[in-house]
Every structure is written in C-alpha cells, then in structure tokens.
C-alpha cells in the first residue's frame, strides 16, 4: 500500500513562485513514475508534469519553463517548482504515484490535493 501526502500549495500572486512537496510513504519509490495533476473549477484534470526514477520528465505546453518537477529518491519525496505563476495556474493540484515495473505495473495512487491559488 503506498500513501502520497502532499505540502506546499497556498495563495500567491502572479509572478510568484511556490513549491510543492509529495511524500512517497510505501515500499520501493523507484517503481513508480511520479506525477502531478491539477483540476481547476469546472474542468477535468489535467497532467502536468511526470518524472520517472530516473529523472526523465515531461511538462504540458502550458507550464514549460515555469515548472520544474525533481525528485529525491533517497528521501522518498517528489517535488514541484512552480515559478511564473499565473492566475490560470489556480487549481488543487494532486500527486501521482504511476507503478511502471512488473511487480507494480497497474497500482496508481494518489495525493490528497493541496490548493494552489494564483491573485493579486
């Protein structure tokens, strides 16, 4: 059983910055590819960043630039640097834990939520 705990979110005004944390708490945190989605009122939830054990990322278009995912995988811990935000960016934002081996190919978990809200 893995649970995601995330810290971080709060109120920021554009142009701010703001990082979000997510830890890993389970077995065998490099099984897992390790994402961040955002739901904003009314819309579906969206993926905005992955990044695999190895550190290979990837980022929706909208974000590119402005965040950076990392992740420690000695301290079982995941992380969003947000920069740049805007108001657009304003949403709970949700961590992932995707299973990518054999053993844990088909468990996704997922992170409680933590608001992010983008005003001046």
């Known amino acids: 059983q893995v649970e995601l705990v995330e810290s971080g979110g709060g109120l920021v005004q554009p142009g701010g910055s703001l990082r979000l944390s997510c830890s890993f708490l389970?077995?065998?945190?490099?099984?897992?590819?390790m994402g961040w989605y955002r739901q904003a009122p009314g819309k579906q939830r969206e993926l905005v960043a992955q990044i695999t054990s190895g550190g290979s990322t990837n980022y929706v278009d909208s974000v590119k630039g402005r965040f950076t995912s990392s992740r420690d995988n000695a301290k079982n811990t995941v992380f969003l640097q947000m920069n740049s935000l805007k108001p657009e960016d304003t949403a709970v934002y949700y961590c992932n834990a995707l299973g990518n081996t054999i053993n844990t190919r088909g468990m996704v978990y997922w992170g409680q939520g933590t608001q992010v809200t983008v005003s001046s």
């Open positions: 389970g077995n065998i945190f490099s099984a897992y590819v």
